[in-house]
Nanobody, 130 residues
Framework: QVQLVESGGGSVQSGGSLRVSCAAS????????MAWFRQAPGKEREGVAA???????????YYAESVKERFSISHDITKNVMYLQMNSLKPDDTAVYYC????????????????????WGQGTQVTVSS
């Protein structure tokens, strides 16, 4: 069973930076792709960034248009920890950020879709004030 634990959320002013982490435990062969999703109050959960962590597509990444050039996803394979470095934060980035993991059989078009992931963390709050 894969377990995911997020950390690093908090409050920051507009234009600031924050890094959130996701520590994964369980059989590493159970997943080859990890992602960050977020859900703002009153809105649906949306995919933010995704990364293939193992196999032929290793290091292939995807970003939502709204965060390109500002956010960066990475994975430390030795610790099995995923990171999301968030720069130039805006109030619209305020949300609960969720870590997700799953096994992809090459269906890259599901990288930022909830259905592409079987395992989810509890979420960490990120608040950006203007």
């Amino acid at each position: 069973q894969v377990q995911l634990v997020e950390s690093g959320g908090g409050s920051v002013q507009s234009g600031g930076s924050l890094r959130v982490s996701c520590a994964a435990s369980g059989p590493p062969e159970s997943t080859n792709r990890m992602a960050w999703f977020r859900q703002a109050p009153g809105k649906e959960r949306e995919g933010v960034a995704a990364l293939y962590t193992r196999g032929a597509l290793s290091n292939l990444d995807y970003y939502a248009e709204s965060v390109k050039e500002r956010f960066s996803i990475s994975h430390d394979i030795t610790k099995n920890v995923m990171y999301l470095q968030m720069n130039s934060l805006k109030p619209d980035d305020t949300a609960v950020y969720y870590c997700a993991a799953g096994f992809s059989y090459g269906d890259t078009w599901t990288a930022l879709r909830e259905g592409g992931y079987a395992y989810w963390g509890q979420g960490t709050q990120v608040t950006v004030s203007s």
